[in-house]
């Protein structure tokens, strides 16, 4: 059973940075693309970022191109999501997902359904 805990999450002020981290267990892990999504209050799940599974392609909402980056570890079954120059509107609860089946891409057109596994999330809220 695949199980992915996100962590990093927290409190910061406009302009300031976080870096999320997914931990990702029952799954082989170096053949999934990895994603992050993030739900604000009262909206829908929205696409943040992908990383094919060994690392060489990724995709960005136009939201966060520029500032956000996505990398992963396959090593430590790990998957990260670094945030820069972050703004209120960033604020929402980060979940981190896989694709719905290995050496499958996903990425910002994908429709939701393409994406399988999703972890619990982490409150991420940025103040003025």
């Known amino acids: 059973q695949v199980q992915l805990v996100e962590s990093g999450g927290g409190l910061v002020q406009a302009g300031g940075s976080l870096r999320l981290s997914c931990a990702a267990t029952?799954?082989?892990?170096?053949?999934?693309?990895m994603a992050w999504f993030r739900q604000a209050p009262g909206k829908e799940r929205e696409f943040v970022a992908a990383i094919n599974w060994s690392g060489r392609s990724t995709d960005y909402a136009d939201s966060v191109k520029g500032r956000f980056t996505i990398s992963r570890a396959n090593a430590k079954n790990m998957v990260y999501l670094q945030m820069n120059s972050l703004k209120p509107v960033d604020t929402a609860v980060y979940y981190c997902?896989?694709?719905?089946?290995?050496?499958?891409?996903?990425?910002?057109?994908?429709?939701?359904?393409?994406?399988?596994?999703w972890g619990q999330g982490t409150q991420v809220t940025v103040s003025s």
């Open positions: 997902a896989t694709a719905k089946g290995p050496m499958r891409w996903v990425g910002v057109n994908s429709p939701v359904t393409d994406f399988g596994s």
């Open positions: 029952g799954l082989t892990f170096n053949t999934y693309t």
